[in-house]
């Protein structure tokens, strides 16, 4: 299975960005599907997370600015950052649950199989 992320890139505070992250997983729509950040000199961090059927969570630093979404039609999943703030600066992964038919999203990295290679988000002040 590969995850690939993009989209990140060098923007300025307030600004915009939409991450994606394709999956070659035949069974994508079946699995919840998260995305995690990790800062310099920080650990990796749950940011927000889609269960099969669309039921999202997200962390407290990012609810009501970040959205996540998933086509599985395409098998993709994005996420929709606004407002950004530098302390957003971080390479941004992607990764999909360990289990199946999961109808709420979890945080726990254990608990998700398979990750992508990650994309830096930098939010210049």
């Known amino acids: 299975v590969q995850l690939q992320a993009f989209g990140g890139g060098l923007v300025q505070a307030g600004d915009s960005l939409r991450l994606s992250c394709a999956a070659s997983?035949?069974?994508?729509?079946?699995?919840?599907v998260g995305w995690f950040r990790q800062a310099p000199g920080k650990e990796r961090e749950f940011v927000a997370g889609?269960?099969?059927?669309?039921?999202?969570l997200y962390a407290e630093s990012v609810e009501g600015r970040f959205t996540i979404s998933r086509d599985n039609a395409r098998n993709t999943v994005y996420l929709q950052m606004s407002r950004l703030q530098p302390e957003d600066t971080a390479v941004y992964y992607c990764a999909v649950g360990r289990d199946p038919f999961r109808t709420v999203p979890v945080p726990a990295p254990r608990l998700y199989k398979y990750w992508g290679q990650g994309t830096l988000v930098t939010v210049s002040s």
């Open positions: 997983l035949r069974t994508f729509s079946n699995y919840p």
């Open positions: 889609v269960s099969w059927d669309s039921n999202t």
